[in-house]
């Protein structure tokens, strides 16, 4: 144990003093958040707007139920409902095309059909259309909303539940910015090349010089050689993740949490990558070899996981390939938990990468040379 | 003890096709600075990372310390107990000296004080300055001073002064004779002959995977060296023209008169020669080195960079 410690201070320490390690790691992803803050940053303060066609409407005026769900979503201040709602007789398809735009993508839109006062107030099943674009981070949030406000809707007329004003306490209805989207997709990303970039070039560095060799003519196990890498790493990790959230919320007010999901998610994230950082050291003998391997692999892990678009706007090849990346399982988990307080799908993508930690730091223990041939 | 330090038996070694060690067997003495001295390629960091148990033999059997170098558990108890400075040995790079030993040191449980270690090695000016801002010499101190931080019983050192200016070198056989003052038993590698022959107890000279011979410098030289040399100094061409009479094997070098003989019977023919003549002469009586013992047995010598030639 006193071993790893040492280990693991020593590695530290001889990281942190690397200037163009701290500006990789450090510098560069706060640049890149910035740089995105102040791009998307503050564009969705006022709520996110929505576009309702009421459909419902008795003798040419609106039911009342179409509108007390229309009033309920505006009192979320989450969503902003555009005014004037859209008349019955507009074909939707044709409104989501003309309102397109490049950056914002297409409108979110509500349809609300006929027959939903009456069939809703009878107890019968009845469905609203919500459309929102793949493109829009955001989307999935105001659909949460929605939801939230049906199912207010549902048990205030079942009489379960005494009226149950909707708050926006209620986690996914949450006011978010773009910049809270960026802050765990580049932390994600972030840590991933700190550990497939840096710690490849960092542990095929020190076989290169001799250090591994000359630590393994000591008492000195392997697995704690590996264990203390990689707890050098998680630290790192946790460090830039800390950073980065204080630097969402001083200078863009982001509402990103860091929560004890988050934190189990950001260790098993840093193990993963630092197995991944070790195991492609243990493989390729020459740094320069290795770290232009790690380069290889981090560039299109980063643009293909969901870090700077959504998976879904990808084409549909491009997708499958994203759901083999690790960096996907690890930057859809930090936003489940980070943004969309959405914890059960936290943790099947928490499952996915710890246990692709596992794999890859028995893999690079394996790789890891203790004794030459 | 009475039991020794280091036992070889048979031991091979392959890389593929490769034989880098060939069937060598050797033993060394507690207490005792071993050298093995062979030029670049000969098996001689091969041979050290074996006893070191970082590598695996081919065959043969190694005992160090009394334990099994292919054994886990001996492998272990082994660890403890010896000292290792690597050829071109490096530590972290942004680490102090200090840090360096300090985390060398956390690797046993019983460390040597690494603040005794920085004095008895003179780094103290230099304990706070980091490891790649240390001259080679310097970084060669901190490595030989890390494999001593566990007081280990046996110590190696692989081409410990390779690459250092001559008075650097001679300040650290000082340390390595310090090292046998100290009852530590030294394993040293090297390609240059004057250090085998100045620190060595015994050395054994290693060609080709092979061990040519072994035996402390006195013996190498009897046995190989062959005859001794008288030198006239500045005889010149009458010196020379009078040898020459008697015997066919004299040389002339630079205006001196060399005279390879066997037996003392020589020496007194040619010094009545000289005074018959009258020739008044300056002479000096040479031995041969351990390099010729080295050419003779090898047939090459061995440049400063280690190379075979
Ligand atoms: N890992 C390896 N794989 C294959 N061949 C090797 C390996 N290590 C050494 N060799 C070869 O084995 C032979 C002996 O090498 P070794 O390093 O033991 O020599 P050495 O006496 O220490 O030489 P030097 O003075 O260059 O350090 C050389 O021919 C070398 O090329
Ligand atoms: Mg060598």
Redesign the pocket.
Known sequence: MSRITAIFKAITLNWLRSRSGLFFSFLFPVMFLLVFGSIFGNTNSGGYTLYVQNKDACLGSPTCLSLIFIGALNSTKVVVVNSPILAPSVNVTTFIQSHSSFFGGNPRVLVIPSGFGANVSRGLPVNVTYISSPADQLGPVVGGVISDVANGINFQLAGARPVVGLSHESSSARALKNVDFYVPGLTAAFMMTNGVIGLTSIASEFRRSGVTKRLSATPLRKYEWIVGNVLSQAVLALLLALVMITLAKVAYQSNVTLDGYTIAALVFGAILFSGIGMTLAGLVKDPEAASGLGNAIAFPMMFLSGTYWPVDIMPSFLQSFARVLPLTYFSDGLRDSMILGNYSAALTNMLVVSALAVIFVLLGAKVTVWK?? | MGESTVKVQRLV?R??D?V??NDISFEVQPGEIFA?L????????????ILECL?PLTSGEVTVLGENVADARGTERIKKRIGVLP?DFNALRRLTARENLELFAAMYDNPASVKELIEVFGLQEKAKVRFDALSGGLKQRVGVAAALVNNPDLVFL??PT?GLDPEVRRATWEVIRGLRGKGKTVFL?T?YMEEAQELADRIAM?VK?KIAAIGTPGELIKTYGGERTIVFTKGGDAVFGTLRRYFDNVAANNGDVLLPYTQTRDVEVALNALSERGLKVEMALRSPTIEEVFLKLAGFRITAE?EAK
């Open positions: 030459e041939k | 070694k890389y593929g490769l880098a060690v093995f062979g030029p670049n390629g000969a098996g001689k960091t091969t041979t050290v990372e590598r050829q692989d081409e390779t590698t390609h290693i995977g280690g």
